[in-house]
């Protein structure tokens, strides 16, 4: 019985991309016991406030809230448990790496489906302070005023 191939995103983590800047992506396996793919394929969960640390050489994400399925009886288990992630040797060693005695975090941006299997990309993270917000809101505003000028003189010249 062969896999699908699907890459559809089940969950996103844009508020990431405004509290930090974002490097260095891996992808990474999910452990997931019970009904929790169930219900992470139903989307009820959530990535706020989850960040990835390291433990014995192994990486964990912690705070992912993945709601108990609602079909699911004794195999439910704890919704804000630590979930183990699956990366190869290497990128354990550079993680661990980064992480140590540096400024920087690691937090899961997205994660998503890909043959039939949960995956999760994470990345390096540094904290923006309050003026690399404001920039990066000014540019967004600057943005979609072009793209709704862009829109209007085309629906213009159309008519």
Same mark, same amino acid.
Not at 133 to 146: N, S, T, V, Y
């Given at each position: 019985?062969?896999?699908?191939?699907?890459?559809?995103?089940?969950?996103?983590?844009?508020?990431?991309?405004?509290?930090?800047?974002?490097?260095?992506?891996?992808?990474? #396996?999910?452990?997931?016991? #019970?009904?929790?793919?169930?219900?992470?394929?139903?989307?009820?969960?959530?990535?706020?406030?989850?960040?990835?640390?390291?433990? $014995? #050489?192994?990486?964990?994400?912690? $705070?992912?809230?993945?709601?108990?399925?609602?079909?699911?009886?004794?195999?439910n288990?704890?919704?804000?448990?630590?979930?183990?992630?699956?990366l $190869?040797?290497?990128?354990?060693?550079?993680?661990?790496?980064h992480?140590?005695?540096?400024?920087?975090?690691?937090?899961?941006?997205?994660?998503?489906?890909?043959?039939?299997?949960?995956?999760?990309?994470i990345?390096?993270?540094?904290?923006?302070?309050?003026?690399d917000?404001?920039?990066?809101?000014?540019?967004?505003?600057?943005?979609?005023?072009?793209d709704?000028?862009?829109?209007? #003189?085309?629906?213009?010249?159309?008519?």
């Open positions: 019985m062969s896999r699908k191939k699907d890459n559809s995103v089940l969950l996103e983590n844009r508020r990431t991309s405004f509290l930090y800047f974002l490097s260095d992506f891996m992808v990474a #396996g999910l452990v997931l016991t #019970g009904t929790e793919i169930k219900s992470l394929r139903a989307r009820n969960a959530s990535l706020s406030d989850s960040y990835v640390y390291m433990k $014995n #050489g192994e990486a964990f994400i912690a $705070n992912m809230h993945i709601a108990p399925y609602k079909e699911g009886t004794i195999y288990v704890d919704h804000l448990r630590d979930r183990k992630l699956l $190869n040797k290497g990128e354990l060693k550079r993680l661990a790496n992480l140590k005695g540096t400024g920087l975090t690691c937090v899961p941006t997205k994660v998503f489906l890909s043959h039939g299997y949960a995956k999760m990309e990345a390096l993270a540094e904290g923006k302070k309050l003026h917000k404001r920039d990066a809101i000014k540019d967004r505003d600057m943005k979609r005023a072009l709704r000028a862009k829109r209007d #003189g085309a629906k213009a010249s159309g008519e």
